[in-house]
């Protein structure tokens, strides 16, 4: 927004000191001079730039989807050789450069045209103040140092015009992307449900509905939960019954719409490995900027993926690529564990935490997790029965609310592990 706000502020204040140096002259001459200023340089490149508006919007969709498409056949090269489908990849990279080309060109003919026009206006003005200059000068009531400043300051007055061309014409590309910001702008409506931490339970929600967004299904319905410290509970049920939500309302990223939602520190360990490109030090770090080299062994080979590391040619500065690409999909989960074990919360809340594992990889992740999890709480959303066997009571979860809890013992707890995905 700069673009447009700053060379519009700078133009503005041009005007005013052009029209009080003409006008200290003569005022025909400072109302004819701003009057075909204001139409070259405001007037006509706004016309310029609401017509040239779809243009500049499509360029930077274009771009957009020119990057990613590039993104994507760096990032998944492999994949799309083995599918045969790198040419097709570059094919869509050709056409949405074409795209770029295309806007890129609509707009500097727009462009152009309205530089013609600020030029012709800049002569016009210049030449009419040097005939009113003469004039005045010829009269005898204009001296040549004014006269001289009468020339410079036409001209000086022009500059800040030609930044706000090039803004009015980016209007397009300026105004997708306030609606795409300011719903994120705005204020967000206070949080109804949120209280201090617990001291005396580790979660405890009542009558919790949650929605991701204002017009959106509720994915949370009048929920009621409340777990001891130490306990280790398994939320189970189908895709979308609501335990992603859930869990993202105890870790503070998503407000109840209506009741109130109490935890303990907590640190939620997602579904997706989330990993960047950078050092494996630097992604461990990232849950604790403060680990010394040996805490961040210790915590590796807890996860059992210290004798990986100790592979590589760098070690613990060895580079991963975005995703954890360059790790197998069990290495990016050990590596993701081993930053969860970093944190010293005492409560933990684990997606899914062994999806798309090998059976024999996700028994030993399981088993080091348990481990770790000693004395801290769990809650594990999952709809696989290697999961929820660490569990002492099941929560099960459906459309948004809790329809069945059943405890370790119970014959109903051995109903619905036995109805879970198996390995």
Same mark, same amino acid.
């Given at each position: 927004?700069?673009r447009?706000a700053?060379?519009?502020?700078a133009?503005?204040?041009?005007?005013?000191?052009?029209?009080?140096?003409?006008?200290?002259?003569?005022?025909?001459?400072?109302?004819a001079?701003?009057?075909?200023?204001?139409?070259?340089?405001?007037?006509?490149?706004?016309?310029?730039g609401?017509?040239?508006?779809?243009?500049?919007?499509?360029?930077?969709?274009?771009i957009?989807?020119?990057r990613?498409?590039?993104?994507?056949?760096?990032?998944?090269?492999?994949?799309?050789?083995?599918?045969?489908?790198?040419?097709?990849q570059?094919?869509?990279i050709?056409?949405?450069?074409?795209?770029?080309?295309?806007a890129?060109?609509?707009?500097?003919?727009?462009?152009?045209?309205?530089?013609?026009?600020?030029?012709?206006?800049?002569?016009?003005?210049?030449?009419?103040?040097?005939?009113?200059?003469?004039?005045?000068?010829?009269?005898?009531?204009?001296g040549?140092?004014?006269?001289?400043?009468?020339?410079?300051?036409?001209?000086a007055?022009?500059?800040?015009f030609?930044?706000?061309?090039?803004?009015?014409?980016e209007?397009?590309?300026?105004?997708?992307?306030?609606?795409?910001?300011?719903?994120?702008?705005?204020?967000?409506?206070?949080?109804?449900?949120?209280?201090?931490?617990?001291t005396?339970?580790?979660?405890?929600?009542?009558?919790?509905?949650a929605?991701?967004?204002?017009?959106?299904?509720?994915?949370?319905?009048?929920?009621? *939960? #409340? !777990?001891?410290? %130490?306990?280790?509970?398994?939320?189970? =049920?189908?895709?979308? &019954?609501?335990? /992603? @939500? $859930? *869990? #993202? !309302?105890?870790? %503070?990223?998503?407000?109840?719409?209506? =009741?109130?939602?109490? &935890?303990?520190? /907590? @640190? $939620? *360990?997602?579904?997706?490995t989330?990993?960047?490109?950078?050092?494996?030090?630097?992604?461990?770090?990232?849950?604790?900027?403060?680990?010394?080299?040996a805490?961040?062994?210790?915590?590796?080979?807890?996860?059992?993926?210290?004798?990986?590391?100790?592979?590589?040619?760098?070690?613990?500065?060895?580079?991963?690529?975005?995703?954890?690409?360059?790790?197998?999909?069990?290495?990016?989960?050990?590596?993701?564990?081993?930053?969860?074990?970093?944190?010293?919360?005492?409560?933990?809340?684990?997606?899914?935490?062994?999806?798309?594992?090998?059976?024999?990889?996700?028994r030993?992740?399981?088993?080091?997790?348990?481990?770790?999890?000693?004395?801290?709480t769990?809650?594990?959303?999952?709809?696989?029965?290697?999961?929820?066997e660490?569990?002492?009571?099941?929560?099960?979860?459906?459309?948004?609310?809790?329809?069945?809890?059943?405890?370790r013992?119970?014959?109903?707890?051995?109903?619905?592990?036995?109805?879970?995905?198996?390995?």
């Open positions: 927004y700069l447009i700053v060379p519009l502020v133009s503005l204040a041009a005007l005013l000191v052009l029209a009080l140096t003409l006008g200290w002259v003569s005022g025909a001459l400072a109302l001079v701003v009057a075909v200023t204001v139409l070259a340089g405001v007037v006509f490149p706004l016309l310029a609401r017509r040239s508006a779809p243009a500049a919007r499509r360029r930077a969709l274009a957009e989807a020119l990613a498409r590039v993104i994507d056949l760096v990032a998944g090269q492999t994949e799309l050789a083995m599918a045969g489908r790198l040419m097709p570059r094919v869509a050709s056409r949405a450069d074409a795209r770029v080309a295309r890129d060109d609509a707009l500097n003919r727009a462009d152009v045209a309205a530089g013609a026009v600020l030029a012709t206006g800049g002569a016009l003005t210049l030449a009419g103040t040097l005939m009113a200059v003469a004039f005045l000068m010829e009269r005898g009531t204009l040549a140092p004014v006269a001289v400043l009468c020339l410079l300051v036409p001209l007055a022009l500059e800040p030609a930044a706000l061309r090039r803004g009015m014409l209007w397009g590309r300026t105004a997708l992307a306030l609606r795409r910001i300011a719903p994120r702008l705005a204020a967000a409506p206070e949080a109804k449900g949120v209280a201090a931490p617990l005396d339970a580790a979660i405890r929600l009542s009558g919790v509905s929605r991701h967004h204002s017009g959106a299904p509720a994915c949370l319905r009048a929920v009621h *939960l #409340a !777990v001891e410290p %130490g306990a280790r509970v398994a939320v189970v =049920g189908s895709s979308g &019954a609501g335990k /992603s @939500t $859930l *869990l #993202a !309302v105890l870790a %503070g990223e998503l407000a109840p719409e209506e =009741g109130m939602a109490q &935890a303990l520190p /907590s @640190t $939620l *360990l997602p579904q997706a989330e990993l960047f490109q950078d050092s494996i030090a630097d992604n461990l770090r990232l849950a604790d900027p403060d680990a010394d080299e805490r961040l062994w210790q915590v590796l080979e807890a996860a059992g993926l210290a004798a990986t590391v100790r592979a590589l040619p760098q070690g613990l500065g060895s580079a991963i690529g975005e995703g954890g690409l360059g790790l197998s999909g069990g290495q990016a989960r050990r590596l993701a564990m081993a930053r969860l074990f970093l944190r010293t919360t005492p409560l933990w809340l684990l997606d899914e935490p062994t999806d798309g594992l090998d059976p024999a990889t996700a030993d992740v399981l088993a080091r997790l348990s481990l770790q999890a000693e004395g801290r769990l809650l594990i959303a999952t709809h696989i029965r290697r999961e929820a660490l569990a002492d009571r099941l929560i099960v979860m459906s459309n948004g609310r809790i329809v069945a809890r059943h405890r013992g119970e014959e109903g707890f051995a109903a619905v592990l036995s109805a879970l995905r198996p390995d």
